[in-house]
Protein backbone atom coordinates (compact mmCIF):
# COMPACT_ATOMS: atom_id res chain seq x y z
CA UNK A 1 0.00 0.00 0.00
CA UNK A 2 0.90 3.36 -1.13
CA UNK A 3 1.75 5.79 2.03
CA UNK A 4 0.79 9.24 2.51
CA UNK A 5 3.03 11.84 1.69
CA UNK A 6 4.61 14.57 3.90
CA UNK A 7 5.23 18.52 3.01
CA UNK A 8 5.42 21.10 5.15
CA UNK A 9 6.03 24.72 5.66
CA UNK A 10 9.39 26.00 7.60
CA UNK A 11 9.69 29.17 8.94
CA UNK A 12 10.46 31.08 12.07
CA UNK A 13 7.26 32.04 13.25
CA UNK A 14 5.44 29.80 11.40
CA UNK A 15 2.47 29.53 14.20
CA UNK A 16 0.49 31.36 12.17
CA UNK A 17 0.86 29.70 8.80
CA UNK A 18 -2.33 29.57 6.52
CA UNK A 19 -0.56 27.13 4.33
CA UNK A 20 -1.41 23.94 6.45
CA UNK A 21 -4.84 24.63 5.13
CA UNK A 22 -4.48 25.22 2.41
CA UNK A 23 -2.87 22.77 1.41
CA UNK A 24 -4.99 20.19 3.22
CA UNK A 25 -8.27 21.52 1.20
CA UNK A 26 -6.51 21.39 -1.80
CA UNK A 27 -6.02 17.78 -1.20
CA UNK A 28 -9.20 16.82 -0.43
CA UNK A 29 -10.54 18.93 -3.28
CA UNK A 30 -7.90 16.89 -5.70
CA UNK A 31 -8.10 13.57 -4.22
CA UNK A 32 -4.53 14.02 -3.30
CA UNK A 33 -3.32 11.94 -0.23
CA UNK A 34 -0.83 13.76 1.65
CA UNK A 35 -0.15 15.42 5.15
CA UNK A 36 1.27 18.96 5.35
CA UNK A 37 2.52 19.82 8.19
CA UNK A 38 4.10 23.11 9.85
CA UNK A 39 7.96 23.49 11.42
CA UNK A 40 9.29 26.05 13.06
CA UNK A 41 12.91 26.18 12.50
CA UNK A 42 15.11 27.75 14.55
CA UNK A 43 17.36 30.57 13.62
CA UNK A 44 20.46 29.04 11.58
CA UNK A 45 19.10 25.58 11.72
CA UNK A 46 17.53 25.72 8.38
CA UNK A 47 20.48 23.09 6.56
CA UNK A 48 19.50 20.41 9.47
CA UNK A 49 15.82 21.20 9.61
CA UNK A 50 16.02 19.91 5.91
CA UNK A 51 18.07 16.94 6.35
CA UNK A 52 15.73 16.14 8.91
CA UNK A 53 12.41 16.02 7.23
CA UNK A 54 13.91 14.53 4.47
CA UNK A 55 15.23 11.59 6.30
CA UNK A 56 11.22 11.47 7.90
CA UNK A 57 10.52 11.01 4.47
CA UNK A 58 9.21 14.55 3.72
CA UNK A 59 8.77 14.89 -0.44
CA UNK A 60 8.96 18.56 -0.54
CA UNK A 61 8.54 22.03 1.55
CA UNK A 62 7.52 25.78 1.41
CA UNK A 63 10.24 27.68 3.13
CA UNK A 64 8.84 31.56 4.42
CA UNK A 65 10.58 33.98 6.21
CA UNK A 66 13.49 34.08 6.79
CA UNK A 67 14.63 30.85 5.45
CA UNK A 68 14.21 31.87 1.29
CA UNK A 69 17.27 32.41 0.52
CA UNK A 70 18.84 29.30 2.63
CA UNK A 71 16.24 27.81 0.67
CA UNK A 72 18.23 29.15 -2.29
CA UNK A 73 21.89 27.97 -1.21
CA UNK A 74 20.49 24.65 -0.58
CA UNK A 75 18.82 23.87 -3.48
CA UNK A 76 21.15 21.60 -6.16
CA UNK A 77 19.17 23.15 -8.80
CA UNK A 78 16.81 26.17 -9.11
CA UNK A 79 14.39 26.52 -11.64
CA UNK A 80 14.92 30.08 -13.90
CA UNK A 81 12.72 32.40 -11.77
CA UNK A 82 13.84 30.85 -8.33
CA UNK A 83 17.56 32.13 -10.13
CA UNK A 84 16.42 35.67 -11.20
CA UNK A 85 14.50 35.74 -7.47
CA UNK A 86 18.21 34.53 -5.56
CA UNK A 87 15.05 32.80 -3.07
CA UNK A 88 13.03 29.74 -3.07
CA UNK A 89 9.66 29.60 -1.29
CA UNK A 90 9.28 25.70 -2.83
CA UNK A 91 11.89 23.19 -2.54
CA UNK A 92 10.92 19.50 -4.06
CA UNK A 93 12.91 16.34 -2.68
CA UNK A 94 13.73 14.50 -5.95
CA UNK A 95 16.50 11.72 -5.29
CA UNK A 96 19.42 13.00 -4.16
CA UNK A 97 18.28 16.26 -5.99
CA UNK A 98 16.73 19.30 -4.32
CA UNK A 99 14.98 21.47 -7.12
CA UNK A 100 14.31 24.86 -5.65
CA UNK A 101 11.49 27.13 -7.00
CA UNK A 102 9.65 30.16 -6.40
CA UNK A 103 6.22 30.29 -6.89
CA UNK A 104 5.43 33.83 -5.08
CA UNK A 105 6.13 35.52 -8.37
CA UNK A 106 3.87 33.43 -10.81
CA UNK A 107 0.90 33.08 -7.50
CA UNK A 108 1.01 37.28 -8.02
CA UNK A 109 0.46 36.77 -11.41
CA UNK A 110 -2.16 34.62 -11.13
CA UNK A 111 -4.58 36.63 -9.03
CA UNK A 112 -3.80 39.43 -10.95
CA UNK A 113 -5.10 38.17 -14.06
CA UNK A 114 -7.54 35.63 -12.94
CA UNK A 115 -9.30 36.02 -9.75
CA UNK A 116 -8.95 40.15 -9.90
CA UNK A 117 -9.25 39.75 -13.96
CA UNK A 118 -6.87 42.69 -14.39
CA UNK A 119 -4.80 42.26 -17.57
CA UNK A 120 -1.08 43.05 -17.03
CA UNK A 121 0.01 42.49 -20.69
CA UNK A 122 0.17 46.01 -22.17
CA UNK A 123 -0.16 48.15 -18.89
CA UNK A 124 1.98 50.11 -16.76
CA UNK A 125 2.95 48.30 -13.82
CA UNK A 126 4.37 50.08 -10.34
CA UNK A 127 6.62 47.85 -7.94
CA UNK A 128 7.45 49.47 -4.99
CA UNK A 129 10.51 48.28 -2.71
CA UNK A 130 13.41 45.93 -3.48
CA UNK A 131 13.75 43.24 -1.06
CA UNK A 132 13.29 39.89 -0.98
CA UNK A 133 9.52 39.96 -1.37
CA UNK A 134 10.18 42.38 -4.85
CA UNK A 135 12.71 40.38 -6.15
CA UNK A 136 10.74 37.51 -6.10
CA UNK A 137 8.10 38.51 -7.94
CA UNK A 138 9.37 40.33 -10.57
CA UNK A 139 10.77 37.88 -13.66
CA UNK A 140 7.07 36.73 -13.55
CA UNK A 141 5.44 40.36 -13.13
CA UNK A 142 8.12 41.31 -16.31
CA UNK A 143 6.77 37.40 -18.45
CA UNK A 144 3.19 38.59 -17.90
CA UNK A 145 4.30 41.39 -20.95
CA UNK A 146 3.12 44.57 -19.29
CA UNK A 147 4.45 47.70 -21.10
CA UNK A 148 6.78 48.91 -18.69
CA UNK A 149 7.53 47.83 -15.07
CA UNK A 150 9.17 50.64 -12.61
CA UNK A 151 11.04 49.80 -9.79
CA UNK A 152 10.51 52.44 -6.97
CA UNK A 153 12.66 51.74 -3.85
CA UNK A 154 13.60 54.17 -0.86
CA UNK A 155 17.21 52.55 -1.32
CA UNK A 156 18.08 53.55 -5.02
CA UNK A 157 20.31 51.18 -5.45
CA UNK A 158 19.00 47.89 -4.53
CA UNK A 159 16.17 48.90 -7.46
CA UNK A 160 18.97 49.25 -9.98
CA UNK A 161 21.05 46.36 -8.79
CA UNK A 162 17.46 44.21 -9.10
CA UNK A 163 16.70 45.49 -12.69
CA UNK A 164 20.28 44.87 -13.74
CA UNK A 165 19.46 41.22 -12.72
CA UNK A 166 16.20 40.67 -15.08
CA UNK A 167 16.76 43.43 -17.76
CA UNK A 168 17.66 40.27 -20.41
CA UNK A 169 14.60 39.08 -19.57
CA UNK A 170 12.99 42.49 -19.77
CA UNK A 171 15.07 43.02 -23.31
CA UNK A 172 13.54 39.38 -24.65
CA UNK A 173 9.79 40.49 -23.35
CA UNK A 174 10.05 43.69 -24.53
CA UNK A 175 9.47 45.01 -21.69
CA UNK A 176 10.70 48.66 -20.37
CA UNK A 177 12.37 48.04 -17.02
CA UNK A 178 13.38 51.27 -15.04
CA UNK A 179 14.85 52.09 -11.24
CA UNK A 180 14.35 55.58 -11.49
CA UNK A 181 14.80 57.83 -7.78
CA UNK A 182 11.62 57.77 -6.34
CA UNK A 183 10.86 61.53 -6.31
CA UNK A 184 11.06 61.00 -9.98
CA UNK A 185 8.29 58.03 -9.64
CA UNK A 186 4.96 60.79 -10.36
CA UNK A 187 2.54 59.56 -11.90
CA UNK A 188 0.59 57.19 -14.76
CA UNK A 189 0.48 53.33 -13.34
CA UNK A 190 -2.36 50.75 -13.89
CA UNK A 191 -1.39 48.61 -11.31
CA UNK A 192 0.78 49.33 -8.46
CA UNK A 193 2.17 46.74 -6.08
CA UNK A 194 3.52 47.51 -2.75
CA UNK A 195 6.19 45.22 -1.58
CA UNK A 196 7.80 46.92 1.43
CA UNK A 197 7.76 46.32 4.88
CA UNK A 198 5.71 50.06 4.73
CA UNK A 199 2.36 48.98 6.11
CA UNK A 200 3.52 46.40 9.41
CA UNK A 201 5.77 49.38 10.61
CA UNK A 202 3.00 51.90 10.00
CA UNK A 203 5.56 54.19 7.44
CA UNK A 204 3.75 56.24 4.87
CA UNK A 205 3.56 54.91 1.22
CA UNK A 206 6.67 56.20 0.04
CA UNK A 207 5.46 57.48 -3.43
CA UNK A 208 2.77 60.24 -4.13
CA UNK A 209 -0.93 58.70 -4.63
CA UNK A 210 -0.32 60.57 -8.49
CA UNK A 211 1.09 57.39 -9.31
CA UNK A 212 -2.37 55.51 -9.09
CA UNK A 213 -4.58 55.65 -12.54
CA UNK A 214 -8.21 56.46 -11.71
CA UNK A 215 -9.53 52.89 -10.91
CA UNK A 216 -5.88 51.39 -10.62
CA UNK A 217 -5.58 47.99 -8.97
CA UNK A 218 -3.40 48.39 -5.87
CA UNK A 219 -2.15 45.04 -4.50
CA UNK A 220 -0.51 44.89 -1.45
CA UNK A 221 1.41 41.54 -1.00
CA UNK A 222 0.57 40.99 2.74
CA UNK A 223 -2.45 40.22 4.07
CA UNK A 224 -4.46 41.02 7.36
CA UNK A 225 -3.36 44.41 9.71
CA UNK A 226 0.04 44.10 7.40
CA UNK A 227 -1.60 45.33 4.47
CA UNK A 228 -4.37 48.34 5.87
CA UNK A 229 -1.89 51.09 5.77
CA UNK A 230 -1.54 50.95 2.40
CA UNK A 231 -5.07 49.81 0.87
CA UNK A 232 -6.65 52.46 2.77
CA UNK A 233 -4.16 54.91 1.15
CA UNK A 234 -5.40 53.13 -2.27
CA UNK A 235 -8.59 53.09 -2.03
CA UNK A 236 -8.61 56.91 -0.47
CA UNK A 237 -7.32 57.35 -3.80
CA UNK A 238 -9.39 56.09 -5.96
CA UNK A 239 -7.64 52.75 -7.06
CA UNK A 240 -9.10 49.53 -6.28
CA UNK A 241 -7.40 47.99 -3.24
CA UNK A 242 -6.68 43.71 -3.11
CA UNK A 243 -4.84 42.38 -0.10
CA UNK A 244 -2.00 39.68 -0.41
CA UNK A 245 -4.49 36.84 0.22
CA UNK A 246 -4.80 35.86 -3.46
CA UNK A 247 -1.33 35.71 -3.86
CA UNK A 248 -0.96 33.23 -1.15
CA UNK A 249 -3.48 30.80 -2.44
CA UNK A 250 -2.22 30.82 -5.79
CA UNK A 251 1.53 30.72 -4.88
CA UNK A 252 0.37 27.28 -2.58
CA UNK A 253 -1.69 26.37 -6.18
CA UNK A 254 1.62 26.31 -7.93
CA UNK A 255 3.81 24.80 -4.97
CA UNK A 256 1.04 22.04 -5.25
CA UNK A 257 1.12 21.54 -9.13
CA UNK A 258 4.96 21.20 -8.37
CA UNK A 259 4.85 18.75 -6.14
CA UNK A 260 1.62 16.60 -7.31
CA UNK A 261 1.53 17.61 -11.23
CA UNK A 262 -2.08 18.53 -10.60
CA UNK A 263 -3.92 22.59 -10.08
CA UNK A 264 -5.96 22.22 -7.45
CA UNK A 265 -8.94 24.72 -7.78
CA UNK A 266 -7.37 27.65 -6.26
CA UNK A 267 -10.36 30.09 -6.62
CA UNK A 268 -12.97 28.29 -4.77
CA UNK A 269 -10.07 27.85 -1.49
CA UNK A 270 -9.33 31.71 -1.99
CA UNK A 271 -12.96 31.77 -1.55
CA UNK A 272 -13.43 29.91 1.39
CA UNK A 273 -10.28 31.26 3.01
CA UNK A 274 -11.89 34.94 2.58
CA UNK A 275 -15.37 33.55 4.21
CA UNK A 276 -13.48 31.72 7.52
CA UNK A 277 -11.47 35.15 7.55
CA UNK A 278 -14.57 36.63 8.07
P1 LIG B 1 11.23 41.70 2.40
O1 LIG B 1 11.83 40.33 2.39
O2 LIG B 1 9.89 41.78 3.09
O3 LIG B 1 11.20 42.33 1.05
P2 LIG B 1 13.48 43.35 3.00
O4 LIG B 1 14.33 42.56 2.07
O5 LIG B 1 14.04 43.80 4.31
O6 LIG B 1 12.17 42.56 3.37
O7 LIG B 1 12.93 44.63 2.19
C1 LIG B 1 12.08 45.57 2.77
C2 LIG B 1 11.66 46.58 1.71
O8 LIG B 1 10.81 47.56 2.31
C3 LIG B 1 12.83 47.35 1.09
O9 LIG B 1 12.49 47.67 -0.24
C4 LIG B 1 12.87 48.59 1.98
O10 LIG B 1 13.49 49.71 1.40
P3 LIG B 1 15.11 49.87 1.50
O11 LIG B 1 15.67 48.93 0.47
O12 LIG B 1 15.33 51.28 1.19
O13 LIG B 1 15.48 49.50 2.90
C5 LIG B 1 11.39 48.85 2.14
N1 LIG B 1 11.07 49.67 3.33
C6 LIG B 1 11.09 49.26 4.62
N2 LIG B 1 10.73 50.28 5.43
C7 LIG B 1 10.48 51.36 4.62
C8 LIG B 1 10.07 52.70 4.84
N3 LIG B 1 9.81 53.17 6.07
N4 LIG B 1 9.92 53.51 3.77
C9 LIG B 1 10.16 53.05 2.51
N5 LIG B 1 10.56 51.80 2.24
C10 LIG B 1 10.71 50.95 3.27
Known sequence: ?????????????????????IHARFAQLAGQDLRYEK???ALGGFVPAVQAFRAEGGKGCNVTVPFKFDAARLATRLTPRAELAQACNTLRFDGAEVIGDNTDGIGLVGDITR???VQLAGRDVLLIG???AAAGVLGPL????PRRVVVANRTQAKAASLILRHSSLARAEGVELAAPPLKEVTAGFDVVINA???SMSGAAVPVPFAVLKPGALACDLMYGPAASGFM????????????GLGMLVEQAAESFLLWRGVRPPSAQVLAELRANLG
Open 115 to 117: NAG
Open 130 to 132: AGG
Open 196 to 198: TAT
Open 142 to 145: VQAM
Open 1 to 21: MMSTDLYCVMGNPVEHSKSPW
Open 232 to 243: EWARSHGAVARD
Open 39 to 41: RLV
